[in-house]
Protein backbone atom coordinates (compact mmCIF):
# COMPACT_ATOMS: atom_id res chain seq x y z
CA UNK A 1 0.00 0.00 0.00
CA UNK A 2 1.63 3.34 -0.86
CA UNK A 3 1.61 5.65 2.25
CA UNK A 4 1.16 9.78 2.27
CA UNK A 5 5.39 9.77 3.02
CA UNK A 6 5.99 7.25 0.12
CA UNK A 7 4.04 9.90 -1.90
CA UNK A 8 6.27 12.54 -0.52
CA UNK A 9 9.13 10.95 -0.85
CA UNK A 10 8.59 9.91 -4.35
CA UNK A 11 7.45 13.35 -5.55
CA UNK A 12 10.71 15.31 -3.22
CA UNK A 13 12.80 12.72 -5.48
CA UNK A 14 11.23 13.37 -8.99
CA UNK A 15 10.75 17.35 -8.61
CA UNK A 16 14.92 17.01 -7.61
CA UNK A 17 15.45 15.09 -10.68
CA UNK A 18 13.33 17.16 -12.71
CA UNK A 19 15.01 20.46 -11.07
CA UNK A 20 18.41 18.82 -12.63
CA UNK A 21 17.11 18.08 -15.91
CA UNK A 22 15.69 21.30 -16.83
CA UNK A 23 18.92 23.12 -15.67
CA UNK A 24 20.11 20.34 -18.31
CA UNK A 25 18.20 20.50 -20.58
CA UNK A 26 15.93 23.77 -20.64
CA UNK A 27 12.66 21.93 -20.14
CA UNK A 28 9.88 24.35 -18.03
CA UNK A 29 7.87 20.88 -16.85
CA UNK A 30 7.30 18.42 -14.73
CA UNK A 31 6.55 14.85 -15.94
CA UNK A 32 3.64 12.94 -14.17
CA UNK A 33 0.49 11.04 -14.73
CA UNK A 34 -2.70 10.29 -13.42
CA UNK A 35 -3.75 8.03 -10.73
CA UNK A 36 -6.30 6.81 -8.75
CA UNK A 37 -4.63 8.92 -5.86
CA UNK A 38 -4.48 12.53 -7.91
CA UNK A 39 -1.90 13.61 -9.98
CA UNK A 40 1.75 11.93 -9.23
CA UNK A 41 5.19 13.28 -10.49
CA UNK A 42 7.08 10.38 -12.40
CA UNK A 43 10.02 8.92 -11.29
CA UNK A 44 13.09 7.87 -12.29
CA UNK A 45 13.11 4.49 -14.57
CA UNK A 46 13.27 1.23 -13.21
CA UNK A 47 17.16 0.25 -11.87
CA UNK A 48 18.74 -1.04 -14.49
CA UNK A 49 18.69 -4.75 -15.54
CA UNK A 50 20.15 -6.69 -13.30
CA UNK A 51 23.94 -8.09 -14.17
CA UNK A 52 23.26 -10.99 -16.48
CA UNK A 53 24.33 -13.78 -14.58
CA UNK A 54 27.82 -15.16 -15.33
CA UNK A 55 28.46 -16.99 -17.91
CA UNK A 56 26.14 -14.31 -20.01
CA UNK A 57 27.96 -11.47 -19.25
CA UNK A 58 31.72 -13.53 -20.06
CA UNK A 59 30.58 -14.53 -23.27
CA UNK A 60 29.35 -10.91 -24.53
CA UNK A 61 32.51 -10.12 -23.61
CA UNK A 62 34.35 -12.29 -25.40
CA UNK A 63 32.04 -11.81 -28.59
CA UNK A 64 32.92 -8.27 -28.34
CA UNK A 65 36.92 -8.83 -28.35
CA UNK A 66 36.45 -11.05 -31.48
CA UNK A 67 34.05 -8.74 -33.73
CA UNK A 68 36.29 -5.70 -32.80
CA UNK A 69 39.53 -7.91 -33.77
CA UNK A 70 37.76 -8.78 -36.75
CA UNK A 71 37.23 -4.96 -37.52
CA UNK A 72 40.46 -4.19 -36.88
CA UNK A 73 41.97 -7.23 -39.21
CA UNK A 74 39.33 -6.21 -42.04
CA UNK A 75 40.09 -2.50 -41.22
CA UNK A 76 37.23 -1.22 -43.60
CA UNK A 77 37.87 2.12 -42.94
CA UNK A 78 40.92 1.47 -45.69
CA UNK A 79 38.32 0.84 -48.43
CA UNK A 80 36.97 4.54 -47.42
CA UNK A 81 37.76 6.83 -51.00
CA UNK A 82 38.94 9.06 -48.45
CA UNK A 83 41.43 8.07 -46.17
CA UNK A 84 41.02 8.29 -42.08
CA UNK A 85 43.97 8.93 -40.73
CA UNK A 86 43.09 8.39 -37.49
CA UNK A 87 44.99 7.90 -33.60
CA UNK A 88 42.47 5.67 -32.12
CA UNK A 89 40.15 3.30 -33.23
CA UNK A 90 36.98 4.37 -31.14
CA UNK A 91 34.88 0.87 -30.88
CA UNK A 92 32.21 1.55 -27.72
CA UNK A 93 31.37 2.27 -24.09
CA UNK A 94 29.35 1.20 -21.56
CA UNK A 95 27.64 -1.87 -20.13
CA UNK A 96 27.80 -3.87 -23.25
CA UNK A 97 25.00 -5.74 -21.39
CA UNK A 98 22.93 -2.66 -21.26
CA UNK A 99 19.47 -2.18 -21.81
CA UNK A 100 19.87 1.56 -23.65
CA UNK A 101 21.84 1.69 -26.28
CA UNK A 102 23.20 5.25 -28.10
CA UNK A 103 24.34 4.78 -31.90
CA UNK A 104 26.10 8.15 -32.82
CA UNK A 105 27.64 8.77 -36.17
CA UNK A 106 31.56 9.09 -35.99
CA UNK A 107 34.34 10.23 -33.40
CA UNK A 108 35.53 13.92 -33.38
CA UNK A 109 38.79 14.99 -31.98
CA UNK A 110 38.58 14.30 -28.44
CA UNK A 111 37.92 10.54 -29.69
CA UNK A 112 40.20 9.86 -31.86
CA UNK A 113 42.43 10.84 -28.86
CA UNK A 114 41.41 8.73 -26.18
CA UNK A 115 39.64 6.08 -28.24
CA UNK A 116 36.07 6.48 -26.20
CA UNK A 117 33.12 7.65 -28.01
CA UNK A 118 31.38 10.77 -27.11
CA UNK A 119 33.91 12.68 -24.33
CA UNK A 120 34.25 16.02 -26.52
CA UNK A 121 31.31 18.85 -26.11
CA UNK A 122 28.95 16.73 -27.84
CA UNK A 123 29.98 13.93 -24.89
CA UNK A 124 29.07 16.00 -22.34
CA UNK A 125 25.71 17.44 -23.45
CA UNK A 126 24.80 13.07 -24.02
CA UNK A 127 26.52 12.41 -20.44
CA UNK A 128 24.09 15.12 -19.26
CA UNK A 129 21.37 13.53 -21.33
CA UNK A 130 21.63 10.34 -19.91
CA UNK A 131 21.72 11.57 -16.27
CA UNK A 132 18.64 13.49 -17.06
CA UNK A 133 17.29 9.91 -17.39
CA UNK A 134 18.12 8.65 -14.31
CA UNK A 135 20.91 6.79 -15.39
CA UNK A 136 24.61 6.72 -15.41
CA UNK A 137 26.80 6.47 -18.77
CA UNK A 138 28.40 3.55 -17.24
CA UNK A 139 24.88 1.80 -17.29
CA UNK A 140 23.85 2.24 -21.19
CA UNK A 141 26.39 1.44 -24.21
CA UNK A 142 27.80 4.02 -26.53
CA UNK A 143 29.14 2.93 -30.06
CA UNK A 144 29.19 5.09 -33.62
CA UNK A 145 28.36 4.46 -37.28
CA UNK A 146 31.87 4.50 -37.98
CA UNK A 147 34.85 3.82 -35.86
CA UNK A 148 37.51 6.29 -37.04
CA UNK A 149 37.24 9.98 -37.03
CA UNK A 150 36.54 11.28 -40.61
CA UNK A 151 38.50 13.99 -41.66
CA UNK A 152 37.82 17.58 -41.33
CA UNK A 153 35.22 16.28 -38.81
CA UNK A 154 33.10 15.31 -42.30
CA UNK A 155 29.65 13.54 -42.02
CA UNK A 156 30.27 9.60 -43.12
CA UNK A 157 29.14 8.78 -46.56
CA UNK A 158 26.73 6.29 -47.54
CA UNK A 159 29.66 4.21 -48.54
CA UNK A 160 31.61 4.96 -45.47
CA UNK A 161 28.58 3.79 -43.22
CA UNK A 162 27.69 0.65 -45.61
CA UNK A 163 31.47 -0.53 -45.13
CA UNK A 164 31.27 0.11 -41.02
CA UNK A 165 27.31 -1.50 -41.27
CA UNK A 166 28.02 -5.16 -40.91
CA UNK A 167 30.24 -4.61 -37.47
CA UNK A 168 27.55 -1.73 -35.74
CA UNK A 169 24.60 -4.66 -36.53
CA UNK A 170 26.96 -7.63 -35.04
CA UNK A 171 28.15 -4.42 -31.89
CA UNK A 172 24.47 -4.76 -31.42
CA UNK A 173 23.23 -8.16 -31.65
CA UNK A 174 26.18 -8.74 -28.86
CA UNK A 175 24.96 -5.81 -26.40
CA UNK A 176 21.15 -7.07 -27.54
CA UNK A 177 19.67 -3.81 -25.84
CA UNK A 178 15.85 -2.97 -25.26
CA UNK A 179 16.11 0.20 -26.87
CA UNK A 180 18.02 1.81 -29.13
CA UNK A 181 18.27 5.20 -29.21
CA UNK A 182 19.71 7.08 -32.68
CA UNK A 183 21.61 9.95 -32.61
CA UNK A 184 21.07 12.38 -35.75
CA UNK A 185 20.73 11.42 -39.29
CA UNK A 186 23.53 9.08 -40.04
CA UNK A 187 22.65 6.87 -37.57
CA UNK A 188 18.85 6.71 -37.65
CA UNK A 189 18.76 6.02 -41.58
CA UNK A 190 21.46 3.15 -41.10
CA UNK A 191 20.00 1.81 -38.62
CA UNK A 192 16.30 2.39 -39.65
CA UNK A 193 17.44 1.77 -43.52
CA UNK A 194 15.50 5.31 -43.93
CA UNK A 195 15.81 8.37 -46.53
CA UNK A 196 13.54 10.12 -43.98
CA UNK A 197 14.82 13.70 -42.56
CA UNK A 198 15.59 13.72 -38.25
CA UNK A 199 12.39 16.09 -38.00
CA UNK A 200 9.79 13.20 -39.96
CA UNK A 201 11.79 10.55 -37.77
CA UNK A 202 12.69 11.77 -34.37
CA UNK A 203 9.78 11.53 -32.06
CA UNK A 204 8.32 8.31 -33.22
CA UNK A 205 8.97 4.54 -32.10
CA UNK A 206 10.40 3.01 -35.35
CA UNK A 207 11.94 -0.73 -35.26
CA UNK A 208 15.12 -2.02 -36.36
CA UNK A 209 15.50 -5.71 -37.65
CA UNK A 210 19.39 -6.89 -37.70
CA UNK A 211 20.22 -8.69 -40.63
CA UNK A 212 19.80 -12.09 -40.95
CA UNK A 213 16.79 -14.40 -40.32
CA UNK A 214 15.15 -14.61 -36.85
CA UNK A 215 17.43 -11.06 -36.07
CA UNK A 216 15.29 -9.41 -32.94
CA UNK A 217 13.41 -6.42 -33.23
CA UNK A 218 14.42 -3.63 -31.38
CA UNK A 219 12.68 -0.44 -30.52
CA UNK A 220 14.77 2.88 -31.61
CA UNK A 221 13.93 6.13 -30.81
CA UNK A 222 15.87 8.55 -33.22
CA UNK A 223 16.75 12.34 -31.63
CA UNK A 224 19.01 15.07 -32.40
CA UNK A 225 22.61 14.43 -32.70
CA UNK A 226 24.29 16.41 -28.92
CA UNK A 227 26.67 18.12 -31.65
CA UNK A 228 23.14 19.66 -33.82
CA UNK A 229 21.12 20.50 -30.54
CA UNK A 230 24.90 22.51 -28.90
CA UNK A 231 24.69 24.30 -32.23
CA UNK A 232 21.17 24.96 -32.43
CA UNK A 233 20.48 25.08 -28.88
CA UNK A 234 16.72 26.34 -28.73
CA UNK A 235 13.76 25.62 -26.33
CA UNK A 236 11.66 24.05 -29.17
CA UNK A 237 14.80 21.82 -29.58
CA UNK A 238 15.77 20.97 -25.97
CA UNK A 239 12.02 20.25 -25.73
CA UNK A 240 11.90 18.13 -28.53
CA UNK A 241 14.94 15.97 -27.84
CA UNK A 242 13.67 15.66 -23.63
CA UNK A 243 10.35 14.60 -25.29
CA UNK A 244 12.32 11.91 -26.68
CA UNK A 245 14.22 10.70 -24.59
CA UNK A 246 11.11 10.84 -21.97
CA UNK A 247 9.25 8.22 -24.23
CA UNK A 248 12.28 6.20 -24.33
CA UNK A 249 12.31 6.32 -19.95
CA UNK A 250 8.74 5.64 -19.70
CA UNK A 251 9.55 2.22 -22.28
CA UNK A 252 12.07 1.41 -19.93
CA UNK A 253 10.37 1.66 -17.08
CA UNK A 254 7.88 -1.11 -18.77
CA UNK A 255 5.11 1.50 -18.73
N1 LIG B 1 29.91 12.60 -32.28
C1 LIG B 1 29.61 11.32 -32.55
O1 LIG B 1 28.71 11.03 -33.33
N2 LIG B 1 30.28 10.39 -31.93
C2 LIG B 1 31.25 10.64 -31.06
O2 LIG B 1 31.82 9.70 -30.53
C3 LIG B 1 31.54 11.98 -30.79
C4 LIG B 1 30.86 12.95 -31.41
Redesign the pocket.
Not at 104 to 108: D, L, T
Given at each position: MTTDTDQLARARRAVRQQAQTSALLGVDFVPCFRTGEGIVAVEAPAAPRPAPAEPGRADAERAMGALRARYEADAPHEKFATPHRYNKL?WGDGDICARLMFI?????AD?DATGI??V?R??QLLDKMIAAMGLRREEVYIA?VLKTRPPNNATPTVEEAALCAPYLHEQIAVVAPEIIVT??LPASRLILGSTESMGQMRGRWAEYTGPGLGAPRIPVMPTY?P?FLLRSYTPENRKKVWSDLQMVMTRLAGA
Open positions: VGEAPGEPFGAGNLGHA
